[in-house]
């Protein structure tokens, strides 16, 4: 099987991948993916799961395909049992509630004195609709369905507020809070949960559609800082103040952190890497392994701000869904689309990224649900595997073998061990991957199938005792779309067809065991979880 290279070169180990140990026979190759489990590299949120729900109404329509529908926080129905089925499996799913629209929303407090009307169309109004406005009825509505449900809610606030647009693009002037004051105020009187409030969407950098520059934001979320210090004083806790809610951009992030300071809980920014959902050639930027390493910058560079910034603040991802303008259909909502998206959880979580919100939880061709019948589309079971498998505590993580192989790796959930996450993007290679811990051992099979481990260090192979933990059985979880297609929306568990049945229930998401002794088998254009019954000192 060639040498094994098991010693890592680097302090943080990402996907690296090689030729070495892999040996070609009739589509089947070898590898091996090493864990060094001796600390964890980050450390995730235990709700790392997030998704959104957005303003958009059913006249938002891209490319000539309206994929909204009746999804918006205006109009969602939340007596629908799927849904309400589909939010409750991940007790608790966080939930931000936000997006383009959310900077033109006016709430409808006592202090509103305008009509309670809802968004227009009109191309000639930044960002295509006239303001539109929350009522509190709705509010009320929403909130109740977020108690049965479980939900933690993240709620976008409208930053535009008191600010003109100049014919430049920048929006400048102080944010007016009154009205979200006013909103906050309501909220905290209602009793309401709310696990953290969010000043704007997508106004950092150079923006979308309009701009805030970073130290005038800075100063609009320390204003919120004390809006929330002085409506939750004397309670047990208050909600996360949480900005800026945009793209990246090094420069104004810095600014914005070194001004904040610890006034600042959340720092969130937005994925869509994939390019316009209009793009034909978005499969194959998801099948290529050079392209998905190529976000990695945006991860580590906000992790190299807050690693030397004095803020105390954390990463979240508060919006991603890949390809923008609301996806496309049979791509962002089909099996193809967990490539891209467990992709993202892994490498998130590997930077330290503590949440990832999805762009959505319904709406548009990337909602977690369909649209009309509120079904689960594939990535929904990829995130709820996520979510039930995968501990916090992330572990470095490498790969010799297939260059088509992601690999990562995360302490276990509420059990002992580790789970992997094994994605093969190659469409005819099966891969045999062996699994590697640490730097002093790795599990060989001998003639015989019997396991030694070997310690690099002393160059001597010691054979491991019977009913040892690699003795017993692992839990793997394979997941694969229905007839092989790529742009199906029904995936394939173990073989078997994940649905909801005639009374809107999640179905159980059963693993197959296998002994622990055989190399984990990941079919072409496939993904798996594998739960590991070794505990690592990383996980301890």
């Known amino acids: 099987m060639g040498l094994l290279f098991l010693v890592c070169m680097f302090s943080f180990c990402f996907v690296s991948v090689s030729s070495q140990g892999v040996a070609a026979q009739g589509g089947n190759v070898q590898g091996t993916v090493f864990i060094d489990g001796k600390a964890a590299i980050g450390r995730i949120d235990e709700d790392f799961i997030c998704a959104t729900l957005d303003w958009w109404p059913p006249e938002k329509c891209d490319y000539g395909t309206c994929s909204w529908g009746y999804a918006s926080l205006i109009n969602l ?29 006016i709430y409808d407090t006592e202090d509103n004195h305008l009509p309670c009307v809802q968004f227009v169309r009109n191309t000639s109004e930044i960002f295509g609709f006239t303001q539109g406005c929350l009522p509190m009825y709705r509010w009320d509505e929403l909130n109740a369905f977020f108690k049965k449900a479980g939900v933690k809610v993240v709620f976008g606030l409208n930053a535009l507020a008191g600010r003109s647009i100049q014919p430049g693009g920048s ?69 996360l103040i949480i900005a800026p809610g945009g793209f990246y951009d090094e420069a104004w992030f810095k600014k914005f952190l070194d001004i904040t300071g610890d006034y600042l809980d959340v720092i969130t920014h937005h994925i869509y890497n994939l ?19 190529g976000e990695a910058s945006t991860f580590s560079g906000l992790q190299n701000i807050l ?24 791509v962002s ?15 998130a979580s590997a930077y330290d990224t503590k949440s990832y919100c999805r762009q959505s939880l319904i709406g548009g061709n990337y909602g977690l649900l369909d649209t009309t019948t509120f079904a689960p589309n594939p990535d929904y079971y990829s995130a709820l595997l996520w979510h039930r498998l995968m501990g916090r505590n992330v572990l470095s ?28 993007l190659d469409n005819s290679t099966r891969v045999h991957v062996n699994v590697a811990f640490n730097s002093t051992f790795t599990l060989l099979p001998d003639k015989h199938g019997h396991h030694w481990s070997r310690r690099l260090h002393k160059r001597e192979v010691i054979r491991l005792p019977q009913g040892s933990a690699t003795d017993s059985t692992r839990e793997e979880y394979h997941l694969s779309a229905k007839d092989g297609n790529l742009h199906s929306q029904t995936m394939l568990l173990n073989g078997k067809i994940l649905t909801v049945n005639p009374s809107g229930d999640i179905p159980p998401l059963e693993p197959v065991y296998v002994n622990s002794s055989k190399p984990i088998v990941v079919a072409p254009f496939s993904i798996v979880f594998a739960h590991l019954p070794q505990v690592l000192p990383g996980c301890r």
Not at 79 to 96: D, G
Not at 275 to 293: A, F, M, Q
Not at 337 to 343: N, R
Not at 401 to 422: D, F, N, P, V, W
């Open 333 to 347: 909502n089909a099996f193809v689309y967990s490539f891209w998206y467990l992709d993202q959880l892994g490498m």
């Open 307 to 330: 690693k030397t910034s004095k803020t105390s603040a954390k990463a979240w991802v508060g919006e991603a869904g890949g390809a923008y303008n609301s996806g496309r259909n049979l």
């Open 275 to 293: 390019g316009p959902g209009v793009d034909e050639h978005l499969v194959e930027k998801i099948l290529n392994p050079s392209y998905l390493d």
């Open 397 to 424: 993580t490498s790969f010799s073998g297939s260059k088509m192989i992601r690999a990562y790796a995360l302490c276990a959930k509420q059990s002992e061990g580790t789970t992997l996450l094994l994605i093969n």
């Open 77 to 105: 129905d939340l007596n629908n049992r799927i849904l309400l089925n589909a939010v409750k499996a991940f007790t608790p799913l966080k939930i931000r509630l936000g997006g383009t629209l959310q900077d033109k929303v």
């Open 171 to 239: 929006a400048v002037g102080a944010w007016n809070y009154s009205n979200a004051e006013s909103f906050i105020r309501y909220t905290a009187q209602k009793n309401y949960s709310i696990y953290g409030w969010e000043l704007g969407n997508e106004l950092s950098g150079s923006g979308v559609g309009t701009r805030v520059a970073a130290d005038q934001y800075a100063s609009d979320t320390i204003s919120l800082y004390k809006i929330i210090q002085r409506i939750y004083s004397g309670r047990d806790s208050r909600p």
